[in-house]
């Protein structure tokens, strides 16, 4: 009666302990060894996890590029010159890539100024003496007036040209 019990937990260990320790020499008699190959696969689990979880970070450049509006394709630095009353944009010319992204770096010299655009819904204010940024997909191709506010009657006007 119990050796019957027995000889069934044995046969069923030996039936499941094939499919967990696949390849393990799982000696096929008494339960100590059979439960001990067990923890080994089980132990070989967290090691495969964090491989799994590698490839899961490479993936950040395909982010990077997904993430058009956030991340600029390049800097440009233009200088919001007031020097003796000659107002301009340095540079006053500025060409882009269609669909580029760009970070445009606006520094005044001296004076308020603003970097409008109004066919492109940019008006970016830069206040006196001081440095601000806008980060702007140029999606249609075109050649748009770029103009300071307070300053276009003289002169402080420019061109972006999307090609
Ligand atoms: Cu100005």
Known sequence: ???KKLVLFVVLIGIVTPVVACGEN???KGNHDAVKPAPVPASQQPVTAPPVAAPTTGPIVATKSGSSG???DRVVSVGLQDE???YVFDPGQLTFAKGETVTIELTSQNEFHS???DSLGLDVEVEAGESTSVTY???TAGTYDLICIPHESLGMVGTITVQ
Do not use: E, G, K, R
């Open 26 to 28: 799982v000696p096929p």
């Open 84 to 86: 003796s009353a000659n």
């Open 1 to 3: 009666m119990l050796l």
């Open 137 to 139: 997909t140029f999606d």
């Open 70 to 72: 956030a991340l600029a």
């Open 115 to 117: 970097f409008t655009v």
